[in-house]
């Protein structure tokens, strides 16, 4: 198993990092909070998990071993596989989930692309004694609604990507009515999806 990669970041895509080990470029999976962190040149070290399928080799990385740790564990789950389990990070970091199973929310869980509320209510049940309580590292922050945290979130990673703060700022005014709508419906801003409209708004500014 590959725990971590360490080494300069050669290239950021909307879902993927390139980090360079040994002359070789690793492609790693990750969630825009964790590509928000990264920058083209600069060192990174991200935890890392590596999915082996019959015909393909993911590696899926994360900001820590927490990360990595709570994406394993909802793989656990009955039909929770690593896609899902990187959406589910995607849009709530550990802690939050830890809270949001402690508590029984079902709309944290249906906040989640992919996840209905017969499938929110059944992953409660079973990732229930796995995740265990909260650590006290931000939970509230991520479970928090409005718009101040994903249009940050949002932001950053754009500018991660290569954009110019303007350009990350117009391309979060386009895509606000979608997130609007989105919390409108009882759910969260759905970041992932949120920054590939932004980027195809930008792709079509240029």
């Given at each position: 198993?590959?725990?971590?990669v360490r080494?300069?970041?050669?290239?950021l895509?909307?879902?993927?990092?390139?980090?360079?080990?040994?002359?070789?470029?690793?492609?790693?999976?990750?969630?825009?909070?964790?590509?928000?962190?990264?920058?083209?040149g600069q060192?990174?070290r991200l935890?890392?998990?590596?999915?082996?399928?019959?015909?393909?080799l993911?590696?899926?990385?994360?900001?820590?071993?927490?990360?990595?740790?709570?994406?394993?564990?909802?793989?656990?789950a009955s039909?929770?596989?690593?896609r899902?389990?990187?959406?589910?990070?995607?849009?709530?970091?550990?802690?939050a989930?830890?809270?949001?199973?402690?508590?029984?929310?079902?709309k944290?869980?249906?906040a989640?692309?992919?996840?209905?509320?017969?499938?929110?209510?059944?992953?409660l049940?079973?990732l229930k004694?796995?995740l265990?309580?909260?650590?006290g590292?931000?939970?509230?922050?991520?479970?928090?609604?409005?718009p101040?945290?994903w249009?940050?979130?949002?932001?950053?990673?754009?500018?991660g990507?290569?954009?110019a703060?303007?350009?990350?700022?117009?391309a979060?005014e386009?895509?606000t009515?979608?997130?609007?709508?989105?919390?409108?419906?009882?759910?969260?801003?759905?970041?992932?999806?949120l920054l590939?409209?932004?980027?195809?708004?930008l792709?079509?500014?240029?």
């Amino acid at each position: 198993m590959i725990a971590f990669v360490r080494g300069p970041v050669a290239a950021l895509a909307p879902t993927t990092a390139v980090v360079e080990v040994g002359g070789v470029g690793m492609a790693v999976q990750c969630t825009p909070d964790t590509l928000a962190g990264l920058r083209i040149g600069q060192e990174a070290r991200l935890a890392t998990s590596l999915v082996v399928r019959e015909d393909s080799l993911t590696l899926y990385g994360f900001a820590d071993d927490d990360e990595r740790q709570v994406f394993e564990l909802l793989q656990t789950a009955s039909g929770v596989g690593p896609r899902l389990a990187q959406a589910m990070l995607g849009v709530h970091r550990p802690d939050a989930l830890r809270l949001a199973v402690s508590t029984g929310d079902e709309k944290a869980l249906t906040a989640v692309p992919g996840i209905g509320k017969k499938g929110a209510q059944k992953l409660l049940l079973e990732l229930k004694d796995k995740l265990g309580a909260p650590l006290g590292t931000g939970a509230t922050r991520a479970v928090a609604a409005g718009p101040a945290p994903w249009t940050e979130q949002l932001h950053a990673a754009l500018i991660g990507l290569g954009y110019a703060s303007r350009e990350a700022e117009e391309a979060v005014e386009a895509v606000t009515p979608q997130a609007e709508e989105a919390i409108a419906a009882g759910g969260s801003a759905p970041v992932p999806q949120l920054l590939r409209a932004a980027l195809q708004t930008l792709n079509r500014a240029r």
